[in-house]
């Protein structure tokens, strides 16, 4: 079973419209999760992170993190073309550990 | 801040060359820095766990003869493939965690190697 899995996508959605990222996760004891967005052939750049259980929101990006569930999601709203791009997400077990990466989702928004 | 800077940013090198890469922290100290691999339309890999100061933790199925890893300073780590075949083609990223931070990882741009 891999540690952190997420749907290969391709995901379309509309531009304006609100895209839905989704992810599990296996390790019960992880602490820390991150959502990144890698453009094509460029490194990741953190978009969120969040800790605790609940919504977080920064500007047109909500992560969403449910640790009975061992699920994490982001929420893109007002899509937009430039928001097209592979999402990684990432889980650490504490804040000194190692981060895994899921296979991300490539999120593709069309005019 | 938390600036991390990969250098060289592409390399391309003959088949049983060894090629190094850096990883520098220009600003803020990194006790850790991780490396990654990512062929193409596949996710990270974490390959190893560089610390400062000591030997470098390998994933499982991670040759560590074959990726020298070394973390001489705070501010350094770098990575050597040795012997490089093709199949080491890759685009390889380094990432370094604050000391006394909150966890959040800062990327390099990435190197590209490509082993003909």
């Known amino acids: 079973q891999k540690e952190v899995e997420q749907n290969s996508g391709p995901l379309s959605v509309p531009e304006g419209a609100i895209a839905s990222l989704n992810c599990t996760y296996s390790?019960?004891?992880?602490?820390?999760f991150f959502w990144y967005r890698q453009y094509s052939g460029k490194s990741p750049e953190l978009i969120m992170f969040i800790y605790s259980n609940g919504d977080k929101e920064d500007g047109r990006f909500t992560a969403q993190l449910n640790k009975a569930s061992q699920y994490v999601s982001l929420l893109i709203r007002d899509s937009q073309p430039s928001d097209s791009a592979t999402y990684l997400c990432a889980v650490q077990y504490s804040s000194a550990s190692k981060i895994i990466f899921g296979s991300g989702t490539r999120l593709s928004i069309r005019p | 801040g938390a600036v991390v800077s990969q250098h060289p940013s592409w390399v391309i090198c003959k088949s049983g060359t060894s090629v190094k890469i850096e990883c520098r922290s220009l600003d803020f100290q990194a006790t850790t820095m991780f490396w990654y691999r990512q062929f193409p339309k596949q996710s990270l890999m974490l390959m190893a766990t560089s610390n400062e100061g000591s030997k470098a933790t390998y994933e499982q199925g991670v040759e560590k003869d074959k990726f020298l890893i070394n973390h001489a300073s705070l501010t350094l780590s770098t990575l050597t493939v040795t012997s490089a075949h093709p199949e080491d083609s890759s685009f390889y990223i380094c990432?370094?965690?604050?000391?006394?931070?909150?966890?959040?990882?800062?990327f390099g741009e990435g190197s590209r190697l490509t082993v003909l």
């Open positions: 390790d019960r004891g992880s602490q820390s």
């Open positions: 990432s370094a965690a604050r000391l006394a931070g909150d966890g959040e990882l800062f």
